[in-house]
């Protein structure tokens, strides 16, 4: 059990520590759409995409740079208590409080997955099954949302990257949790 | 259940949930969902937390947190702030006091590069406290000078607050930033007069620098003078564009970005180490202001679905019916009280949209209220036990300066801030006279 | 006996709201009393614009007040909300067509499709440009970073202008920081209404599109669930709203031309503008071209824009 849980936990810090250090350069990204953006105004026509684009790479930012830094420890917790507390108290508590991260999470994805099946076309209440439905072959893609801009950009591919970094987020919290399992483990021991 | 008492029962639970340390943004998006699922069920309880990230993705001047955090660590990291020290640590050290003043400039300069606390913070605790604490000043002193000090970041331009409090208001970051100009140098005026009042009194908290630490060559003094360009130039590289109208907000806040990250490199600071740092930090302190204004925001839409602002505007206006300038003074005085144990930034998107309007339809200008504001987060910022300066200062300090130390360190100051808040609220043309000037036509 | 709770989201924001919506949503209440109530949010207060469709189909939201094009509904007949350009003349037209040319029969089907109840259609004002510097020519147009509506800004591109789309509630900041250089969203009545007029100094005499098209929706289940006695209560007050805004836009875009002092009147000649309107009867077959509801919808507007000009004065001048 413990075993499963120490594996688990390398895999998941490994991935999400590779994606956060990716999504970590978008700040690069972001900074060469805005110059761009600023570039072709003042000397070209400005350009449709740039606004959206950078709106579209600060999601991507934060959101897949979010169990990055949980891994880092920055998110910041309210310690006129919790600082004074000892490690295993700590554990005790963070194991019952993540669940309510896990929790929140979880609607949040559910909020995430059913507003994708709704950007390809699916506006049913069941969005699990449609995305069943899609591999299995019983359902398909129909009307796909566009951005209400002039650029017009299809929305499925920025909720995509939102389901996989609130998914990551998810895995990165249990994580968070098994490793207070594991330190409750070892003060006992 | 009366919406009243649901809203009552939504932010005292959130409060006891932040007691038991958790992250900020897991307890107030809980909290959010759970209530919007009460409330609503499987019509639309369970799409409130997304839509947020929705809404949060079209408030197009949060680009601008990650190019001021990632130019403030840029500028604390690289150290070319060191420069900056020595001039005022050359020019001031004769002076009882003189290196705590020069502290206070120095960090009205390093606001005037980046949009938060943090830089300052970072720079002060690192370059500043040390040789202050080695010159024989009083600990709990520059410890506050340093925490007020940097705590102008916020109010002198660019500030993220106040690009925070202009999406909320729905006011131009323009007129808010050069706003916060005067009220902010007047500020600092104070730290400094407070800083001469206490070291004439009693020297001993700052004594004047040996004449061999002076004995400098008049040709090196001028020297260290041309440091202070450099964070005009930064400055100026990024608000002239902006404030003549040829680069947008967005734009300008990643010109600023990048002015510093040349001067880092034209310099010969940005080592590989310096820029591992910049660029994950800035992705960690980002993603902290993300997350926790994401769940804020679906907090403040099951607010707003409850008509809090509704009942809020009654309870000032109708129940207890109390004059303007009346409401004014509790509506800052609850703020500086939640400041004290909520986290900021959610309170800035939680408590402000209710409080906003409010303003507004008293017929208070809403860009003075957004200096009354900003000084009262810098507050709130300072004040025990939840204040994002004061998380710094313990993560930064030096081993001597216990708990104790930093949170008697900050009375002072807090008041000189209080006093500096009442100043601006007595005087508006304070915080408008800029704005008007330069915007007048 | 509960009272029936409603949470609706028009596209308006508070300001403009004001005058548009919340007179008959209070009248609304008034009426239906502890029967019905229903609670009205303003532009993107509860959800996003953008999600505002999806919204009201999973309930979130259970009715809305919004054109069709600017919260992208998935329909065939989406890109007719808003400003289709030059499909009409005059507030008047757009109640017209719906009622007597049979867009309403066509609206009810594709909306239909989609799980939504269209309610009835009505008509908001012209749309005029806003700008930051003046517009005397074409060439004016160039460059210029504008707000406007999805299907207006595709049309307009051709002329160089640059489409830009935000929050509602952001514009006015937006002028001021510079992210946009004018607006093309509204007449006269609206840009002072809700603050345009600030921060802008020249309002453009042609228009795009004499009148918006917007609608009343519901989401499906809500609406079959309400008594017929309060549908129909719902649909006088939805009345009562457009006839609101045909005599207050009607009114106030004169008004303000004439006496409003916030913003100097500039015009593109006549020779010149009908380039502009020859371009939108090409755009007309581009989008007739996607789909046979297009098509539908295209050539009632041609027809009725046909019988108008044959009608002459006061329907048409020269
Ligand atoms: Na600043
Ligand atoms: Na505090």
């Known amino acids: 059990m413990f075993r499963v849980m120490q594996g688990y936990i390398r895999a998941v810090d490994a991935v999400n520590h590779r994606i956060g250090r990716m999504a970590m350069y978008g700040i690069f990204v972001l900074m060469g759409i805005l110059l761009w953006s600023s570039i072709s105004k003042t000397f070209f026509v400005p350009s449709l995409w740039t606004l959206e684009m950078a709106q579209f790479v600060m999601v991507a930012y934060y959101i897949l740079g979010g169990p990055y830094s949980i891994q880092m420890g920055t998110n910041v917790r309210m310690d006129l208590l919790y600082g004074e507390w000892s490690t295993r108290r700590k554990a005790q508590f963070d194991l019952l409080t993540v669940l309510f991260l896990i ?60 389901i996989l970094g609130m998914f990551l987020m998810l895995l990165q919290c249990i994580s968070e949790l098994f490793k207070d399992v594991l330190r409750l483990r070892d003060e006992a021991n | 259940m009366s919406y009243e008492l649901i809203a009552t029962l939504m932010f ?91 502290t206070i400039g120095l960090m009205v300069l390093i606001s005037a590069m980046n949009g938060l606390s943090v830089a300052g913070m970072a720079i002060g605790s690192t370059i500043a406290l040390p040789e202050l604490l080695k010159r ?92 202070g360009l450099l964070p ?12 003549k109208g040829w680069t947008s907000l967005v734009e300008s806040s990643a010109i600023g970005a990048i002015a510093a990250f040349m001067a880092a490199v034209i310099k010969g600071r940005m080592t590989r180490e310096v820029f591992e740092k910049s660029v994950r930090n800035t992705l960690g302190i980002t993603c902290m202001f993300m997350w926790i204004i994401l769940a804020a925001l679906a907090f403040g839409a099951v607010f707003d679905g409850l008509g809090a602002v509704k009942a809020i505007d009654s309870l000032f206006t109708e129940r207890l019916n109390l004059n303007p300038w009346m409401i004014l003074i509790l509506m800052q005085l609850s703020f500086i009280l939640m400041g004290t144990f909520l986290d900021d930034t959610a309170m800035l998107v939680i408590v402000a949209p209710l409080y906003v309007p409010l303003v507004g339809a008293l017929g208070f200008d809403l860009v003075w209220y957004g200096i009354l504001y900003t000084i009262t987060c810098q507050i709130a910022y300072m004040t025990p036990p939840f204040g994002y300066n004061l998380f710094l200062m313990r993560a930064m300090a030096p081993p001597e300066i216990s708990l104790r130390d930093i949170y008697s360190s900050i009375t002072p100051f807090v008041l000189v801030m209080v006093l500096a ?12 006279w800029l704005p008007e000037k330069i915007y007048g036509n | 006996q509960n009272t029936i709770k409603w949470r609706m989201q028009t596209y308006a924001g508070a300001s403009l709201a004001a005058e548009v919506i919340v007179p008959a949503i209070d009248m609304f209440n008034k009426i239906a009393g502890d029967r019905m109530q229903i609670e009205l949010f303003f532009a993107d207060q509860l959800v996003p614009t953008g999600e505002l469709f999806q919204a009201m189909q999973r309930g979130t939201i259970d009715a809305v007040q919004s054109d069709d094009d600017s919260m992208a509904s ?53 749309c005029h440009f806003a700008t930051k510097d003046p517009i005397r020519s074409l060439e004016d147009l160039k460059g210029k970073r504008i707000f406007t509506f999805p299907t207006a800004g595709r049309f307009l591109s051709q002329f160089g202008v640059v489409p830009v789309n935000l929050p509602w509630e952001d514009i006015e900041v937006a002028v001021q920081t510079g992210e946009l250089d004018g607006i093309a969203w509204s007449g006269i009545t609206e840009d002072y209404t809700v603050g345009w007029a600030d921060v802008t100094n020249y309002f453009l005499t042609n228009n795009i599109s004499g009148a918006w098209a917007g609608s009343f929706f519901a989401n499906m289940e809500r609406w079959n669930e309400l008594p017929e006695d309060l549908q129909t209560l719902f649909r006088v007050c939805c009345d009562q709203s457009h006839y609101y805004r045909q005599w207050w836009y009607w009114g106030g875009e004169a008004d303000l031309r004439v006496n409003g002092p916030k913003m100097e009147l500039t015009s593109i000649p006549d020779e010149e503008w009908a380039t502009v309107e020859s371009a939108a009867f090409e755009f007309w077959e581009e989008i007739a071209a996607e789909s046979e509801t297009k098509r539908r919808v295209v050539d009632i507007i041609k027809k009725y824009n046909a019988d108008m000009v044959k009608a002459g004065r006061p329907y048409r001048y020269g």
């Open chain 2, 12 to 102: 005292s639970s959130m409060m006891l949930m932040l007691l038991t340390g958790q992250r900020v943004f897991g307890a107030i998006g809980f909290i959010a969902v759970v209530a919007a699922l009460l409330l609503w069920g499987d019509r639309g309880g369970f799409d409130i937390g997304f839509s947020a990230a929705m809404k949060l993705m079209k408030w197009y001047p949060l680009l601008t947190l990650p190019m001021f955090i990632f130019m403030g660590y840029v500028l604390s990291e690289s150290k070319i702030a060191d420069d900056l020290y020595k001039m005022f640590h050359v020019w001031m050290g004769g002076l009882r006091g003189g290196l705590a003043i020069g």
């Open chain 2, 421 to 432: 808040l009442v100043l601006v609220m007595a005087f508006p043309q304070l915080a408008l």
């Open chain 3, 74 to 126: 998935p329909t065939e007949v989406t890109v007719f909300g808003g400003y289709f350009p030059f499909a009409s003349r005059y507030s008047l037209d757009v109640p017209v067509l719906f009622n007597k040319y049979g867009l309403n029969e066509i609206w009810d089907e594709e909306y239909s499709k989609v799980g939504v109840k269209h309610i009835s259609a009505g008509a908001w004002d012209p």
């Open chain 2, 136 to 227: 024989g000043y009083d600990k709990r002193m520059v410890t506050g000078v340093i925490q007020a000090g940097s705590s102008l970041g916020i109010l002198v331009p660019p500030s993220v607050v106040l690009v925070l409090y202009a999406m909320i208001a729905r006011q131009p970051v323009g007129q808010l930033w050069l706003a916060g100009v005067v009220p902010g140098l007047m500020m600092a005026a104070m730290f400094v007069a407070y800083i001469v009042i206490r070291c004439w009194m009693n020297p001993v908290l700052g004594p004047v620098l040996d004449a061999s630490a002076r004995d400098i060559p008049r040709a090196e003094k001028l020297r260290l003078l041309r440091a």
């Open chain 1, 103 to 162: 929790f929140y999470l979880c609607v949040l994805l559910y909020g995430a997955v059913s507003s994708t099946a709704y950007s390809l076309g699916y506006w049913g209440s069941a969005p699990f099954s449609f995305f069943g439905g899609l591999i299995t072959g019983t359902e398909e893609i129909g009307t796909m949302e566009r951005a209400s801009s002039a650029w017009r950009p299809y929305m499925w591919p920025i909720k995509s990257v939102m």
């Open chain 2, 232 to 243: 005009l130039i930064i400055f100026a590289a990024m608000m002239v564009p902006f404030v």
